[in-house]
């Protein structure tokens, strides 16, 4: 009798080994550098500061970011110089929405396919719902409605408020990249996922990790008029 529980205790240990066996792949890390995490990032502030030499200190005299040497550029649109079933965690915070719906969907095939099988995605946009509730509410009382659409294109940046003439205001906006190209609800990303061949599609809290390993990446205050999503390959 012991020595099948002592069998059993082995397999679910090999088991349970397998399963945290493979890449753990922060998308559009930002600053946001975790350690055990493969970081990251398409901005092109970060490809500044990886020129030889003299990057770093182009963005430090223009006021850019302070990237970690631990970033690696990678573009989750034009593919990433990795194989096929390598990763077991993928995540990606405030990332998404600042795709178009085409590269969203590229993006998405991209993410399933570096995915093992039983592979975890997790991610996290803002609630396209949770805009539209609070523009209604505006609409609706009489001191506010005046300035709900004002409010309602800036809060989802969807909406642009500067002149589009001032070439250096377009090209800090092409550097940062902070518009959002295509907002999302619950029901629109399930089915997205579920089309790209997800399972167990489901909306996730903060905390409700499937996957410890989440909690180092993840920050409570991205759920702030967002959603998260988790599914599995």
Same mark, same amino acid.
């Given at each position: 009798?012991?020595?099948?529980?002592?069998?059993?205790?082995?397999?679910?240990?090999?088991?349970?080994?397998?399963?945290?066996?493979?890449?753990? !792949?922060?998308?559009?890390?930002?600053?946001? $550098?975790?350690?055990?995490?493969?970081?990251?990032?398409?901005?092109?502030?970060?490809?500044?500061? @990886?020129?030889? $030499?003299?990057?770093?200190?182009? %963005?430090?005299?223009? &006021?850019?970011?302070?990237?970690?040497?631990? $970033?690696?550029?990678?573009?989750?649109?034009? &593919?990433?110089?990795?194989?096929?079933?390598?990763?077991? %965690?993928?995540?990606?915070?405030?990332?998404?929405?600042? %795709?178009? %719906?085409?590269?969203?969907?590229?993006?998405?095939?991209?993410?399933?396919?570096?995915?093992?099988?039983?592979?975890?995605?997790?991610?996290?946009?803002?609630? !396209?719902?949770?805009?539209?509730?609070?523009?209604?509410?505006?609409?609706?009382?009489?001191?506010?409605?005046?300035?709900?659409?004002?409010?309602?294109?800036?809060?989802?940046?969807?909406? +642009?408020?500067?002149?589009?003439?001032?070439?250096? !205001?377009?090209?800090?906006?092409?550097?940062?990249?902070?518009?959002?190209?295509?907002?999302?609800?619950?029901?629109?990303?399930?089915?997205?996922?579920?089309?790209?061949?997800?399972?167990?599609?489901?909306? +996730?809290?903060?905390?409700?990790?499937?996957?410890?390993?989440?909690? &180092?990446?993840?920050?409570?205050?991205?759920? !702030? @008029?967002?959603?998260?999503?988790?599914?599995?390959?």
């Amino acid at each position: 009798m012991q020595i099948k529980t002592m069998k059993s205790q082995a397999a679910i240990t090999q088991k349970s080994n397998s399963l945290n066996q493979g890449i753990c !792949l922060h998308v559009g890390c930002g600053l946001n $550098v975790v350690e055990g995490w493969e970081n990251i990032d398409a901005s092109p502030s970060l490809r500044i500061a @990886q020129i030889p $030499v003299i990057g770093r200190s182009i %963005l430090a005299m223009s &006021g850019g970011p302070k990237w970690s040497q631990n $970033v690696s550029y990678g573009d989750i649109i034009q &593919g990433l110089n990795k194989k096929d079933n390598t990763c077991q %965690l993928i995540f990606a915070a405030h990332v998404l929405e600042h %795709l178009s %719906l085409t590269d969203f969907q590229t993006a998405l095939a991209n993410i399933f396919k570096y995915l093992k099988p039983e592979g975890i995605f997790r991610f996290i946009v803002p609630d !396209l719902k949770q805009y539209i509730d609070s523009y209604i509410q505006q609409y609706n009382d009489s001191s506010l409605s005046p300035i709900a659409a004002q409010q309602f294109l800036q809060e989802s940046l969807v909406g +642009c408020s500067t002149s589009r003439k001032d070439i250096y !205001l377009r090209l800090r906006e092409a550097l940062s990249n902070s518009r959002h190209q295509w907002m999302w609800d619950e029901p629109s990303l399930i089915h997205a996922l579920s089309q790209q061949g997800f399972k167990q599609v489901r909306r +996730c809290e903060y905390g409700d990790w499937s996957d410890t390993r989440f909690s &180092g990446v993840e920050k409570k205050e991205n759920y !702030l @008029q967002a959603i998260g999503i988790e599914a599995i390959k």
